[in-house]
């Protein structure tokens, strides 16, 4: 029944950050961050929406097996799920930081 939209929720939920960080620095990647020095091993900027897709999908999928295996919001999810959520706050927080501040030192 309902499993299926706990599980597109979870796979959707980390999507959601990363689309506003997206969004509202949107206007920063091609002015600040192109003209940045960066090294020759730097992969294209095309790459980067790939790669964060197919990791936020992995991370929320994988949150919900967590959340699955250990009976939903249960002491037991607790600290796992927290953890999770935690980097998942400092992931989205990371580039309105970067981007917004214009700060390399981050």
Do not use: D
Not at 9 to 19: A, I, N, Y
Not at 35 to 56: D, E, G, H, I, Q
Not at 85 to 100: D, T, Y
């Amino acid at each position: 029944g309902r499993m299926w939209a706990y599980t597109v929720g979870f796979t959707v939920l980390p999507h959601v950050g990363g689309f506003l960080g997206w969004f509202f620095n949107r206007k920063e990647i091609p002015g600040w961050y192109e003209k940045l020095k960066k090294p020759s091993w730097c992969p294209p900027r095309r790459v980067f929406p790939v790669a964060w897709t197919m990791l936020y999908t992995g991370m929320g999928y994988a949150s919900y097996l967590v959340w699955n295996e250990l009976g939903g919001c249960s002491s037991k999810a607790i600290v796992p799920l927290g953890l999770y959520g935690a980097q998942l706050a400092l992931n989205w927080a990371w580039p309105p930081l970067f981007f917004g501040a214009r700060n390399l030192n981050m």
